[in-house]
């Protein structure tokens, strides 16, 4: 089982998308995507493979839940600097964001 001191290392914190493009060269369909985590964190970069349930223009302005403290990885031509959490389902991955606007890189806790 996983401590609470081991989950505290976690850092997430919420987003708002200011930017979405298709990851071309992603193995599998993928968006590119760029997070404001305010001014602590700045803008961040991100590969998402969301593409199943949303569209380009519902993304823009949505507030996403993100772990900024991942190694970043490499995808296609995108270093993802950040991962965007969200539930695996038949239909796709719904991303988690919160049920309110909330102030850019708020800490989740």
Known sequence: MLS?????KVNMRVGTIIEVG???RAK??????????GKEFGI???SAQIT???????LI???????VNFAPIRIADIKSEVRILGVDTKDGCVI??????????SKIF
């Open 4 to 8: 609470l001191e081991e989950f505290d």
């Open 22 to 24: 298709i990851n071309k």
């Open 28 to 37: 599998k369909p993928a968006y590119k995507i760029k997070i404001d985590l």
């Open 44 to 46: 961040k970069n991100s």
């Open 52 to 58: 199943d349930l949303y569209s380009i223009e519902e």
């Open 61 to 67: 302005g949505k507030q996403v839940i993100v772990v």
């Open 96 to 105: 988690l964001s919160p049920e309110r606007k909330v102030e850019n890189g």
